[in-house]
């Protein structure tokens, strides 16, 4: 029927290998070729391809990472190439590319990735005439253009398990215990895990925090004789006229990574302000490993075969994507735009405020 291509690319995400069980076995079902890219756009430009068969995606749908490797290092319009003094220069290889892809007979590309792989697969589709499709890969969720990205409803039971789990030493030592979780600039993760988790303050970017209100909401319930606070923080929030302090910048190759540290900080701060102690835990990558959930799994599956119905149809320069439950598509072109963020009027942030919970711009 016609010869297509999948590769991951970014950081890794439960799900990746779920999606590609999906996309092979759809793909083959319906008389494809399909090849699987080595390390993301990395593959493409060195030819690192395989045919994929059945055998290649037996038993994979619960594993964590991707069979398929994944980097988040290489852009094919701004190649790095590091020289032997150790300084770097960029190359364009979208051509490269694109001659790859026409030696193997490559019609389509699928691309599961965020928005850096997503923008990646857009700009091919737009300068170059790749017909690609893209698949929403992240577990921020925070990608416009779909209500869900694969990874979240794992990050999320992952985090959720964290606060219960800090609960005890919380209420054993009658201490503040904090919870940094990712997200990069928005708090889904973190809205998420700490309603889910019963956490007494949930500080995420998009709603700028006091340190104030959250000593006052932590002493108040001490009044009240909870001797113990949880918070849930995302690596991205600040402080109210402050600066994101310790959000991964991960934007361009070989920038320095800064490693979260805002729940450290926060930990810190609050000790002083109101006499209790106070320990944070960096939750880290343990949110990305692993297996996926059941939900996940089964939106990666739909997923999955979304791509290659779309690819039937003839339907290119899409992502697929989640509104209202159903499966559908969506301009790719717009995918790789402004990151979807919590919205104040978000309803659980409103559910949350109704129970109490301190999001620390209280008065
Ligand atoms: O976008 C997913 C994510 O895990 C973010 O939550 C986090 O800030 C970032 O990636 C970390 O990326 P890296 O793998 O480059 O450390």
């Given at each position: 029927k016609g010869t297509l291509a999948v590769l991951t690319g970014g950081g890794d995400c439960p799900g990746l290998n779920a999606v590609l069980n999906a996309v092979v076995k759809a793909a083959l079902g319906h008389g494809y070729q399909i090849y699987g890219v080595e390390n993301g756009f990395n593959g493409l430009i060195k030819n690192r391809m395989k045919l994929l068969t059945y055998d290649d995606v037996s038993g994979i749908l619960p594993r964590g990472g991707t069979v398929l490797g994944t980097t988040n290092r290489d852009n094919p319009f701004k190649f790095a190439h590091i020289e032997k003094d150790g300084s770097v220069t960029?190359?364009?290889?979208?051509?490269?590319?694109?001659?790859?892809?026409?030696?193997?007979?490559?019609?389509?590309?699928?691309?599961?990735?965020?928005?850096?792989?997503?923008a990646i697969g857009a700009q091919l589709s737009r300068e170059c005439g790749v017909k690609v499709i893209g698949v929403p890969k992240t577990?921020?969720?925070?990608?416009?253009?779909?209500?869900?990205?694969?990874?979240?409803?794992?990050?999320?039971?992952?985090?959720?398990?964290?606060?219960?789990?800090?609960?005890?030493?919380?209420?054993?030592?009658?201490?503040?215990?904090?919870?940094?979780v990712m997200g990069r600039y928005a708090g889904w993760i973190a809205l998420h895990s700490g309603v889910a988790g019963g956490a007494d303050v949930i500080l995420i970017p998009e709603i700028p925090y006091h340190l104030d209100a959250v000593a006052k909401k932590i002493l108040k319930r001490q009044q009240e004789g909870k001797m113990f606070s949880i918070i849930v923080v995302a690596e991205g929030a600040k402080p109210e006229g402050g600066e994101m302090t310790v959000a991964?910048?991960?934007?361009?190759?070989?920038?320095?990574?800064?490693?979260?540290?805002v729940g450290n900080k926060l930990a810190q701060q609050l000790e002083e302000l109101t006499g209790i102690e106070a320990r944070s835990t960096i939750l880290g990558y343990l949110q990305r490993g692993g297996s996926p959930t059941a939900f996940d799994r089964v939106l990666c599956t739909r997923y999955g075969v979304a791509a290659i119905e779309a690819c039937i149809a003839g339907n290119f320069d899409v992502m697929v994507s989640l509104h209202n439950d159903s499966i559908g598509t969506v301009p790719l072109q717009e995918a790789g735009g402004k990151p979807r963020s919590v919205t104040p009027d978000n309803e659980i942030v409103q559910a949350a405020r109704s129970i109490g919970i301190c999001f620390g711009d209280e008065e």
């Open positions: 960029y190359t364009d290889e979208s051509e490269t590319i694109v001659k790859n892809l026409a030696k193997r007979g490559i019609e389509t590309l699928i691309v599961i990735g965020g928005d850096g792989s997503l577990i921020d969720n925070d990608l416009p253009c779909t209500e869900r990205t694969f990874g979240f409803d794992t990050a999320m039971a992952v985090a959720t398990e964290a606060v219960d789990r800090l609960h005890t030493t919380a209420e054993s030592h009658h201490r503040i215990m904090i919870l940094e991964r910048i991960v934007k361009d190759s070989f920038e320095p990574i800064r490693l979260g540290g």
